[in-house]
């Protein structure tokens, strides 16, 4: 989750329909931070030292601290991250990775990027992550890792997953592009499995003002494979020693940024649960809204669903209120996929979802009167759905 299609579409401010509520607003955030923003990079700018300077090193270091882990190493984009963490575990021609087809088709890419095999587990319908029961199917001879993917900044059912991999000695990656933040039992994510990667696109809820991305482990090894890998292989100065290597470095004013609004992102969470929550207030069974009371969600999106979904999706854009889908082509109905996947793959309830799941606008600078508003369209859908039920029983 890690590029454009993985988060809202950027929108900036609606200027002459300024009564649409967006998705997202990427311009609302300077209106706090945009004078510190601002100072930093020209600090940068003027530094002469735009690559592996003191900004890179000290994010590291802080959002290490923060993640509760030993190391991080920052690279160009969360796709990478995932790509870099499979190589770093070994993974390669000959080999299965294990995750998720509704996802947005991050995980495979980089699965088929470094030679292996994406095999697709089938989601809980509940929380629409990984269900353990159907992982414990997926996993074979050739399982050499497992992508878990933190849908949505939900946690995922970690100590169920982490309870088979470790009975096969499979490793574990957690794509954590949407869950920055997100914590059980005092253990935030990435810090769960063998390796964390994470996405810092701008829509992300830690986002820079461009690509971004980073890995974080608790292993020594695999943080020194990674760093090795993210520039060319080497081990010394033009001296590579390590196969596979290539050019994936996060830049000086990227990290400027991401230290300026690292710590906001706990209060930024909870606005962004305090959104959801008020829409779920809203709601009725016509649409489920996810519940998110308690720090395990770090509330990216509000995926909601609806068995009517267009008709919600209508409903919303007459009221104008911007929507999204996230992601409506699951992994293996996929035109680029299909000579490389068998033809009969069935995952009942990533299929069901993918037909119900719409996305509202959740971000933490959306004013009360926008909230107000999409909370009073979701009430009015409901009601006008439970009224054509009733006339439908009554004939």
């Known amino acids: 989750m890690h590029g454009p299609g993985s988060t809202n579409d950027q929108q900036g401010r609606p200027g002459a329909a300024a009564s649409v509520v967006p998705l997202n607003d990427l311009c609302r955030p300077l209106d706090m931070l945009g004078v510190e923003i601002a100072e930093a990079v020209e600090t940068v700018v003027r530094s002469g030292r735009y690559i592996f300077g003191l900004n890179v090193a000290a994010f590291e270091e802080e959002f290490a601290a923060y993640c509760g882990t030993q190391h991080c190493i920052t690279v160009a984009n969360g796709t990478d991250a995932l790509e870099l963490a499979l190589r770093a575990l070994g993974c390669g021609s000959g080999n299965e990775v294990v ?8 995980a495979a890419a980089a699965t088929i990027a470094v030679g292996a095999t994406p095999v697709f587990a089938d989601i809980d319908a509940r929380t629409m992550t990984m269900a353990p029961e159907s992982l414990a199917h997926a996993v074979g001879p050739r399982t050499k890792a497992i992508v878990v993917t933190h849908l949505y900044g939900r946690l995922a059912d970690i100590d169920a997953l982490l309870g088979i991999a ?13 869950a920055h933040g997100a914590r ?22 830690l986002g820079a003002l461009g ?3 980073a890995i974080v482990t608790g292993d020594g090894a695999l943080a020194s494979a990674v760093r090795e890998l993210r520039q060319y292989g080497w081990t010394g100065k033009y001296a590579a020693s ?12 990227q990290a400027a940024v991401l230290r300026l609004k690292l710590p906001h992102l706990d209060r930024w969470n909870e606005r ?25 969600h770090a509330a990216h999106l509000c995926v909601v669903r609806s068995r009517d979904r267009e008709a919600l999706r209508g409903h919303l854009a007459n009221d104008r209120i911007a929507t999204e889908i996230h992601y409506p082509v699951p992994d293996h109905r996929q035109v680029a996929l299909r000579a490389l996947l068998p033809p009969d793959i069935a995952l009942p309830q990533t299929e069901r979802a993918v037909d119900e799941i719409l996305t509202l606008p959740c971000f933490p600078e959306m004013t009360d009167e926008e909230i107000g508003r999409v909370c009073a369209s979701l009430a009015r859908f409901c009601e006008q759905a439970n009224q054509c039920r009733q006339a439908r029983s009554t004939r």
Not at 99 to 106: C, I, L
Not at 184 to 205: E, H, M, Q, V
Request: hydrophobic share 35%.
């Open 99 to 106: 995750t998720v087809a509704n996802a947005g088709m991050y």
């Open 166 to 178: 470790r009975r096969h000695g499979i490793a574990i990656v957690e794509d954590c592009a949407q």
């Open 184 to 205: 059980r039992n005092g253990r935030l994510a990435g810090a769960w499995g063998d390796i964390g990667c994470f996405s810092f696109y701008p829509t992300k809820n």
């Open 211 to 213: 690509d971004g991305g």
């Open 242 to 253: 390590r196969p596979h290597g290539r050019n994936s470095r996060l830049d000086e004013i």
């Open 272 to 296: 962004r649960r305090s959104i959801v929550q008020r829409y779920r207030g809203a709601a009725d069974g016509s649409v489920v809204v996810p519940d998110v009371d308690g720090v395990d």
